[in-house]
């Protein structure tokens, strides 16, 4: 049986920000944009969240709910730096680690290097470590597959610790809502709750069949990892599954040509991605979000793999001339790409015509929210 331990940061960028001002410390930390402007929330301090303040309010909203809250701009190199030390602690105890954010990831404890037979220890000795070398705190969970200790390391947020034995796994999950697994989100939770399931235990009563149909893929991934089945391994290698970038505009714009040039930008931060890493996708995605909250994602399989910002842009011109946007005002504009290979330097190249031919056959999924 293996141990997995999943070891998740506390408000990741706020405390960092408070470790870094001590006049900061027990207060209110909005870590995002301008309280008087377009921004969002990227996190925030446990004080905050007191107020009903959470990741990727608008800014404005926050400021609303809590007047009082220090607002302060993200530095995204100091948290790089500080989580690669983070990393090294990890990488202390064993090579199996699979790194989900810069303040979070699985590791495998099974065979370690400081040839501790107990998980529970590993992690405390772990979490005092973090606490002593980078002034922070950190929660993990502790069980025999990853979907269960990741579910453990959120369940006694800030600075918990709890481990969830093959014994404990069902009541655990039983008890869980359903917010609470990775995948479900607020479209979803209210679908579900609108079903009757609010929790772990009135999910495991609908079928296979019953929970495909009603969620497609993730529905049987649903199936198995709420029965506690999970034979993911910890891979070290992980590769992203996608690499997005958006903007919240300064203003409104509703003209297409306004559009354009932020795209163009976005498009380059994307592919610069991509190149670095050697890497091409098979799927690109366009996001737009309203002056009235609304948002709209647009999917796009592609016919070759792309990883430069000229192709990127070509594709998401040709979707952006087949939405209507008669009337809609547009406060932020993004984009991803997915289903990321290694580069392969002898794809076939499709000439002009054969390009738009494959284009003009190509379908667009829809998905608004």
Known sequence: MRKIIHVDMDAFF????QRENPQYRGKPIVVGG?????GVVATCSYEARQFGIHSAMPAKRAHQLCPQAIFVRPRMKLYKEISLELM??????TNLVEPLSVDEAYLDVTDNKKNMKSATLIAKEMKSVIHRRLRLTASAGVSYN???AKLASGYQKPDGLTVVTPAQAMAFIDRMPVRKFAGIGQVTE???KDLGIHKGVELREWSLQQLVELLGKRGEILYHQIRGEDNRQ??????RKSIGKETTL???IGVRSEMIPILEELAQQVATYLQDKQLVARVLVL???FHDFKQITRRLTLPTPIHTSSQIMKYILFMLERMNLEGKQVRLLGMSVANLTDNEPHIKQLSLFEEEDEMMHTQIEDRDV
């Open 14 to 17: 706020a405390s960092v920000e």
């Open 34 to 38: 301008d309280p008087y402007g377009r």
């Open 88 to 93: 090294d602690i990890f990488y202390f105890y």
């Open 146 to 148: 990853k979907f269960i």
């Open 190 to 192: 209210k679908q579900l």
């Open 234 to 239: 910890v891979n070290p290698k992980r590769v």
């Open 250 to 252: 300064n203003e409104d």
């Open 287 to 289: 996001k737009m979000k």
